[in-house]
């Protein structure tokens, strides 16, 4: 089982729809959940980030923290042709010598239909 | 305000060359990152510092990768000697803080011939 999972996609959704993303982790001690978008041959770029459990909302973007059920989610509303990207899911656990891990998922790649 | 800065953008080498990628975090960060990417295996953390001190380098692949940073303000990382597999886009990431988020320049598109 891979540390942190996303569906690679593509996911394909039109116009003004909402988009949902997922992403499952493994470590139950992972403490900072983050959200990047990566546009083809640019660098990711932080969407957004979420500590507790919850919702976290920010513009057309939301965060879903589920530490229960160790998911983390982001949903797009309005969707819009710009926002047709890589979408990376990002992880942070403490780790047993007292370092932590920073683990990304190989992203879903979101296609959004004009 | 002046972004996670790398360089050179591009570099084509020949294998066995020595290769030396360079990062400038943002100001006031204590924590640096190098991170690789490749098609087949994403976005792979190689070495992080935290004020300057490495605290984890066991995503460095081989001896052959090294990573340096002398001051708050510059990191190296040297692949000697290169290998076609090296090839890949290196990026180096910077945070005010362990749990904060990254903020990642350019990166540098690495061909290795």
């Known amino acids: 089982q891979k540390e942190v999972e996303q569906n690679s996609g593509p996911l394909s959704v039109p116009e003004g729809a909402i988009a949902s993303l997922n992403c499952t982790y493994s470590?139950?001690?992972?403490?900072?959940f983050f959200w990047y978008r990566q546009y083809s041959g640019k660098s990711p770029e932080l969407i957004m980030f979420?500590?507790?459990?919850g919702d976290k909302e920010d513009g057309r973007f939301t965060a879903q923290l589920n530490k229960a059920s160790q998911y983390v989610s982001l949903l797009i509303r309005d969707s819009q042709p710009s926002d047709s990207a890589t979408y990376l899911c990002?992880?942070?656990?403490?780790?047993?010598?007292?370092?932590?891990?920073?683990?990304f998922g190989t992203g879903t790649r979101l296609k959004v239909l004009a | 305000d002046a972004g996670v800065i790398q360089s050179p953008r591009h570099e084509v080498t020949e294998m066995g060359q020595e290769v030396t990628l360079r990062c400038k975090p943002i100001s006031g960060h204590d924590y640096l990152f190098w991170y690789r990417q490749t098609m087949m295996r994403g976005l792979e953390l190689l070495i992080y510092?935290?004020?300057?001190?490495?605290?984890?380098d066991s995503g460095m692949p081989e001896d052959r990768f090294s990573a340096k940073m002398p001051n708050a303000s510059f990191s190296t990382l040297k692949i000697q000697p290169s290998e076609p597999r090296d090839s890949a886009v290196y990026f180096c990431?910077?945070?005010?803080?362990?749990?904060?988020?990254?903020?990642f320049g350019d990166g540098t598109r690495l061909s290795i011939l």
């Open positions: 979420i500590y507790s459990n």
């Open positions: 990002a992880v942070n656990n403490p780790s047993t010598s007292g370092t932590y891990k920073y683990i």
């Open positions: 990431a910077s945070s005010f803080g362990r749990n904060q988020p990254q903020h």
């Open positions: 510092f935290n004020n300057n001190v490495p605290i984890d």
């Open positions: 470590d139950r001690g992972s403490q900072s």
